[in-house]
């Protein structure tokens, strides 16, 4: 018979602590080092989120097993988070967990990813209140920080792969600036912090642990409809003059004390780097069509005025025609060059194939 204590999680029923791992591009090295040094008693459900894409193939449940005691495999849908096991979230769906129970879901994607850490992080904390741990490790943009936010409102703990170590540092320094209790994992390996931090956190833990005072902000991944005409959701701020870059629909504003964050009446939802990223690929997008739109005049231009017939045959009408296609060419010719320059000066985001 277990001797771990029983919580109460933050909806009010029996449950278990979770540790809750993020990563993207650069985090596999310390997500092994991490679950190697989990013991195999370890006094919580550990989930585990990394980046993957909606249909790339992956072995991670049995890469993490080959360095781990704890058993790891797919999460499966409606199954008991159980102490001592490792639940992955699997490509192409979000990984969320409610009354205890593992649940999936292929909503909207969020940050650009589904699974998304964000999705977990603030599922955990609505599920398991102050019982919830969370660590972000390596990755590009913001995904993790909006959920780290709403763990460390309900009292969890968030600790951060240290940014000066991670290959890549902006999801650490992202989830600093808006978790203002998260900690920096200064152990050598980092899994001797986080198996203190779990420790510590059950221990200041007991039976019939009140709720937050403050409810967590859901993460909608649903699509849930609601009938104001603008669209608002609860917690939502404000609607704003700007569209989701996936479906075109409006944005709202939901403020948190450390970090806004950006979702459209479907779901689909941002944090502020990853929209900044998200409109800079949308907006190039819009410049190759219009670089399209004007050579392909230019070809219909020229058609016409090889084909005129009739009055379009007038020298005078022809020379328009060729004319106005030359005009197009040389814009459609400058534009190519102006995207191609700016493109050339962007940054590539590796998180996009990691």
Same mark, same amino acid.
């Given at each position: ?46 989930? @585990? ?12 449940? *049995? ?34 967990? #409610? ?6 879901? $292929?909503?909207?994607? @969020? ?5 998304? @850490?964000? =999705? ?21 943009? %913001?995904?993790?920080? =909006?959920?780290?936010? @709403?763990? /460390? ?10 940014? %000066? ?20 994992? =200064?152990?050598?390996?980092?899994? #001797? ?9 059950? +221990? !200041?833990? *007991?039976?019939?642990?009140? =709720? ?7 993460? %909608? ?15 939502? $701020? ?21 970090? $806004? ?18 409109? !800079?690929?949308?907006?190039?997008? *819009? ?23 009739? /009055? +379009? ?20 010719? +400058? ?13 590539? /985001?590796?998180?996009?194939? $990691?």
């Amino acid at each position: 018979m277990s001797t771990q204590p029983n919580l109460i999680s933050a909806n009010g029923r029996p449950g278990v602590p979770l540790l809750a791992i993020g990563g993207s591009a650069g985090s596999l090295i310390p997500l092994r080092e991490l679950v190697s040094d989990l013991p195999w008693d370890l006094n919580a459900a550990v989930l @585990v989120c990394q980046h993957t894409g909606d249909t790339g193939r992956s072995n991670l449940p *049995k890469i993490l097993g080959r360095h781990t005691s704890l058993p790891a495999a797919w999460a499966v849908e409606a199954e008991p988070l159980r102490r001592g096991r490792i639940y992955v979230a699997p490509p192409g769906h979000h990984l969320l967990v #409610h009354d205890g129970l593992v649940r999936l879901s $292929s909503g909207p994607r @969020v940050n650009r990813h589904r699974p998304s @850490v964000d =999705v977990l992080f603030a599922s955990a904390a609505q599920d398991a209140g102050p019982a919830t741990t969370v660590v972000v490790l390596s990755g590009v943009l %913001d995904d993790g920080s =909006v959920g780290a936010a @709403v763990v /460390d409102l309900v009292g969890g703990q968030v600790l951060v792969q240290n940014p %000066d170590t991670a290959e890549f540092a902006s999801m650490p320094r992202c989830t600093l600036a808006a978790a203002p209790r998260a900690r920096i994992m =200064v152990g050598t390996p980092i899994g #001797h912090d986080v198996v203190a931090a779990v420790a510590r956190q059950s +221990a !200041a833990l *007991k039976i019939g642990v009140p =709720v937050a005072d403050r409810q967590p902000p859901e993460v %909608d991944v649903q699509g849930a409809v609601s009938d104001e005409p603008g669209f608002l959701q609860p917690g939502e $701020s404000q609607l704003t003059r700007l569209v989701c870059p996936d479906c075109g629909g409006a944005l709202a504003q939901v403020d948190l004390p450390q970090i $806004s964050y950006f979702r459209c009446h479907v779901g689909h939802q941002f944090g502020p780097q990853t929209l900044a990223a998200a409109q !800079a690929e949308a907006s190039e997008q *819009k410049l190759w069509s219009a670089v399209a739109a004007m050579e392909e005049q230019a070809v219909v231009l020229n058609y016409l005025e090889g084909r005129s017939t009739g /009055d +379009a045959a007038d020298p005078t009408i022809q020379g328009t025609f060729r004319s106005s296609a030359e005009e197009l060419t040389n814009r459609a010719g +400058a534009l190519r060059e102006q995207v191609q320059r700016w493109t050339a000066g962007r940054a590539p /985001d590796p998180g996009e194939t $990691s």
